[in-house]
């Protein structure tokens, strides 16, 4: 049971870093084809499961904020799964 949990996570972990660079890849060909100047940022870095969030505008850091808070309770939750 312990294995298959394992490799299930593995699963999940390169699933999570292909949708990352999925996302990526999108938000640069938006960003190419746009006729838009205006380009707004923002990310969060954890420490832990804190988030530390930054960004250009008021509105970008709101919704970094709500993205780091499900990121931060996704991870929180797989803890406490991991330890039943």
Excluded: D, Q
């Amino acid at each position: 049971m312990k294995r298959k949990f394992k490799r299930n996570m593995e699963l999940f972990g390169l699933a999570l870093i292909l949708v990352g660079i999925f996302a990526i890849v999108i938000g640069i060909l938006i960003l190419a084809f746009s006729k838009s100047s205006k380009v707004e940022s923002g990310g969060a870095i954890f420490i832990g499961p804190l988030p530390i969030i930054f960004g250009t505008s008021e509105r970008i850091i709101y919704i970094t904020l709500i993205i780091a808070l499900l990121i931060m309770l996704l991870y929180l939750s797989l803890i406490l799964f991991s330890w039943r």
